[in-house]
């Protein structure tokens, strides 16, 4: 891309002018010392890109960089490429991206992003320069329902704010929005503040984790056995509790946080810490976005209630509880759906096999997932070797691999999924036992090139 003379060329780091604002369009930036009268730091004189705005909005202000450098080499693509099929141009799109180690489509960190692949909106009211990336984005979430989609992708694609795009696509998909009277703006101002609470820092227990929970828990729910019996706030809460499941997980397990007398593990009297903490985070942004204010105070206490309910089982310290609880359930046949309580109890599976479905997926997003879980465990042995603490199990990395993580991993959430299997006797349930049976050889006799 090269710099435009015809339109307003910024320094970085400057306020943009309120004349500039007023309008919408793009500017074209560059950090040649030139143009911005004086020497540039190095790490920015080789930053070239451009801002595009748009103002018509006057809710929300949104300004996104586009990387040159990605623009410059990915075609674009209009309308009709869609109809030659999504699986092909997201390969290519990623193989590019690959292509190019260590980029990122955030180059610039969004004010407030507002994107939104529903309703009205069309592509005239989004800069051109985004129009790209939305395209794809888009692209994939009529695919959302597929046990294959990548999220680290669908990531990119939506600037790093995936879990709020595809967490609001999915109130749109199941018209939740109007069922229950959300206003559009306080659900994104909600699922913005969701996003921001995970830490990016973390490898693994970041918003992308949430996304890819979201994403297998709408996988779940529309499996046959469950859709035809669930009611919209079961799946409402569903949603909520997948996107806020780990809300502000500080990236250390609960064992760190009691053998280090975190004050969350003296809050919670040292049960459930992280779940309860997660909980009650998801709970207080509720309130302070104003999301269901509108609802009755007994209808809200008992979505909280349900919700906590819902996040608190997928403490993986209580998994043998909830896996015989499912067993015994399953060997009586005395699940009946049209029960609400019965229905909340496989909710509550549902969230658990998200969570912990990534030995599930295709070998390559799982093996992605498992390095990045092995290096938030290391990260915290390293953190315990520091502090004189006892090194916690799997978080050694003198002593565990990836793989041996991994197939100690999958032994113990493998009857899980073999149960589900058996409930929901679905196909997608027979592709996930397929994948995770592949995946445990894989990572059992590893081939070099695989790892
Ligand atoms: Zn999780």
Redesign the pocket.
């Known amino acids: 891309m090269e710099v435009c003379y015809q339109l307003p060329v910024l320094p970085l780091d400057r306020p943009v002018p309120k004349h500039v604002l007023g309008r919408r369009g793009a500017i074209s930036i560059t950090s040649s010392s030139g143009l911005f009268g004086g020497p540039a730091p190095r790490q920015l004189s080789k930053r070239r890109g451009a801002v595009s705005y748009d103002s018509s909005d006057q809710m929300v202000l949104y300004i996104r960089m586009i990387d040159a450098r990605l623009r410059s080499q990915t075609s674009y693509t209009s309308e009709k490429s869609e109809r030659d099929g999504w699986t092909a141009q997201t390969d290519t799109v990623r193989s590019r991206l690959e292509l190019q180690p260590g980029r990122s489509a955030r180059c610039i960190h969004k004010i407030l992003h507002t994107s939104c692949y529903c309703g009205k909106d069309t592509q005239e009211s989004h800069p051109i320069l985004d129009q790209e990336y939305i395209s794809q984005a888009k692209f994939m979430l009529k695919k959302v329902g597929s046990w294959n989609f990548d999220v680290f992708l669908f990531d990119q694609l939506s600037n790093g704010n995936s879990l709020v795009d595809l967490t609001f696509h999915l109130f749109n998909e199941y018209s939740l929005i109007k069922l229950f009277e959300l206003d559009v703006l306080k659900l994104r101002h909600f699922l913005v503040m969701v996003q921001e609470s995970y830490h990016r820092q973390n490898p693994y ?1 970041n918003a992308l ?2 996304a890819d ?1 979201t994403q297998a828990m709408y996988c779940f729910l529309q499996e046959p056995q469950l859709f035809e019996s669930l009611t919209s706030c079961d799946i409402l809460l569903g949603l909520l509790a997948a996107a806020t ?2 809300l502000d ?1 500080p990236g250390v397990n609960q064992s760190f946080l009691l053998k280090s007398s975190h004050h969350l593990a003296m809050l919670y009297q040292n049960m459930s810490v992280l779940e309860n903490h997660h909980w009650k985070f998801a709970v207080s942004l509720l309130r302070e976005s104003c999301l269901l204010s509108h609802l009755s105070s007994t209808d809200r206490e008992n979505l909280e209630n349900r919700l906590g309910s819902l996040i608190l089982a ?1 403490d993986i310290s209580r998994h043998d509880e909830y896996l015989s609880e499912f067993r015994a359930h399953l060997n009586r046949a005395d699940l009946h759906l049209n029960n609400s309580q019965d229905r909340h109890f496989i909710l509550q599976m549902a969230l658990k096999c998200a ?2 479905c990534n030995p599930c997926r295709p070998w390559h997003l799982s093996k992605l997932w498992s390095h990045k879980i092995t290096e938030e465990f290391f990260r915290q042995g390293d953190i315990e070797r520091r502090k004189n603490l006892e090194v916690s199990t799997l978080c050694d990395r003198n002593t565990y691999t990836v793989g041996k993580i991994q197939i100690g991993f999958i032994s113990l959430v493998e009857p899980l999924f073999a149960e589900w299997a058996r409930f929901s006797d679905s196909p997608l349930s027979r592709i996930i036992i397929s994948h995770m049976t592949s995946n445990k050889l894989k990572w059992t006799h590893p081939p070099q090139e695989n790892m």
């Open positions: 227990h984790h949430a929970v499941h780990d997980h997928t969570d912990i």
